[in-house]
């Protein structure tokens, strides 16, 4: 089956300063790839997506992507965090290939970011 | 706002109760997801349907069912509740619901707390 690793649990940064989220999933076909944001008290928000074409994607608020087919991961960068990116982030992959259309989420990291 | 209703927002019942959690998709989606979030376990995918067809199935437990009526809401039924069913209970909504390019939309969630 499935499934989605992200390998932080909770990470804890200053401003400005640079943040990469490790996400890897172990399905070898095609693959929708998503990286959604749950603010505190808040419901989940589409932060980025990847269905094809550049694996490099640029979602909101500054977020980016990268695909590595080879990997199988698709990390979550940001080049200077803010306090207002404390959140929890949650990687997700939609298999293409299968009949479901639901999304299996990994289990999230919380980022804590200290002004 | 994703578009997305869920109501109540929070709910507070006792062990054996049954409850039920509605979902009003966002206009023009014809499929809804219903997850799970729970500190153990993250998210969850429990059960979609797809235009008042059920299209695919996850953790949910017997206990559990859940419905998508002709003007496309949903309700997601939880019965002979149990401690470990507390968690925050999200529906997401798309417009296609199988293969390929599936982007969900999230609703605020319902809080489930079970005494």
């Known amino acids: 089956a499935q499934s989605v690793s992200q390998h932080n649990h909770h990470v804890i940064l200053s401003e400005a300063a640079s943040l990469e989220l490790g996400c890897n999933y172990s399905?070898?076909?095609?693959?929708?790839l998503f990286w959604y944001v749950q603010y505190p008290g808040q419901h989940l928000q589409l932060l980025l997506k990847?269905?094809?074409?550049?694996?490099l994607v640029k979602g909101i608020k500054g977020f980016e992507a990268e695909f590595i087919k080879s990997k199988f991961s698709f990390n979550l960068r940001k080049p200077s965090v803010q306090w207002s990116d404390t959140a929890e982030y949650f990687c997700?992959?939609?298999?293409?290939?299968?009949?479901?259309?639901?999304?299996?989420f990994g289990k999230g990291t919380k980022l804590s970011v200290k002004p | 706002d994703s578009g997305v209703t869920q109501t109540p927002k929070h709910l507070i019942t006792a062990t054996g109760q049954r409850v039920t959690l509605r979902c009003s998709p966002r206009?023009?989606?014809?499929?809804v997801y219903w997850y799970q979030q729970s500190l153990d376990q993250g998210l969850q995918f429990l059960i979609q349907?797809?235009?008042?067809?059920?299209?695919a199935k996850g953790n949910i437990l017997e206990r559990f069912s859940a419905q998508q009526f002709p003007d496309l809401h949903s309700e997601l039924n939880l019965s002979s509740l149990e401690l470990g069913d507390s968690a925050l209970y999200f529906c997401?909504?798309?417009?296609?619901?199988?293969?390929?390019?599936?982007?969900?939309?999230f609703g605020p969630g319902t809080r489930l707390t079970v005494l």
């Open positions: 997401a909504s798309s417009v296609e619901g199988g293969w390929g390019y599936n982007e969900q939309f």
């Open positions: 399905y070898g076909g095609t693959v929708n």
């Open positions: 990847y269905f094809s074409g550049d694996p």
């Open positions: 997700a992959v939609n298999d293409y290939g299968g009949s479901q259309g639901n999304l299996i």
């Open positions: 206009s023009g989606d014809l499929s």
């Open positions: 349907y797809y235009n008042g067809e059920e299209r």
